[in-house]
């Protein structure tokens, strides 16, 4: 049965950074879209970035939302059956539970992903 677990989330103070981990049981990262999505309190959950499956023919292999363009990266160690965000000039407005979620297409934007972890809570605040 696929698990997905994250881990990293904490409390950090405004420019600060963090880093998340999904680590995955009984799923080959390499053939997966790996996400990261947020939902902070009393908004709808959004899509923050998706490392494409190694497979994938949509010409690109990570998307990011504009929010975190040039703040967050993401990356993916099959070897270790872990995904990686990188958070670097943490804001206040980051600060929501982090999610990561796999799917077997090669990319895709929407929340319909076939499996989902527990959430990790970021906070960042002064």
């Known amino acids: 049965q696929v698990h997905l677990v994250e881990s990293g989330g904490g409390s950090v103070q405004p420019g600060g950074s963090l880093t998340l981990s999904c680590t995955a049981s009984d799923l080959t990262l390499d053939y997966y879209a790996i996400a990261w999505f947020r939902q902070a309190p009393g908004k709808e959950r959004e899509g923050v970035s998706c490392?494409?499956?190694?497979?994938?023919?949509?010409?690109?292999?990570?998307t990011y939302a504009d929010f975190v363009k040039g703040r967050f990266a993401i990356s993916r160690d099959s070897a270790r059956h872990t995904a990686f965000l990188q958070m670097n000039s943490l804001k206040a407005e980051d600060t929501a539970v982090y999610y990561c979620?796999?799917?077997?297409?090669?990319?895709?934007?929407?929340?319909?992903?076939?499996?989902w972890g527990q959430g990790t809570q970021v906070t960042v605040s002064s």
């Open positions: 979620a796999a799917d077997r297409s090669d990319y895709k934007t929407s929340l319909d992903y076939d499996y």
């Open positions: 490392i494409h499956s190694r497979f994938s023919t949509s010409g690109r292999s990570i």
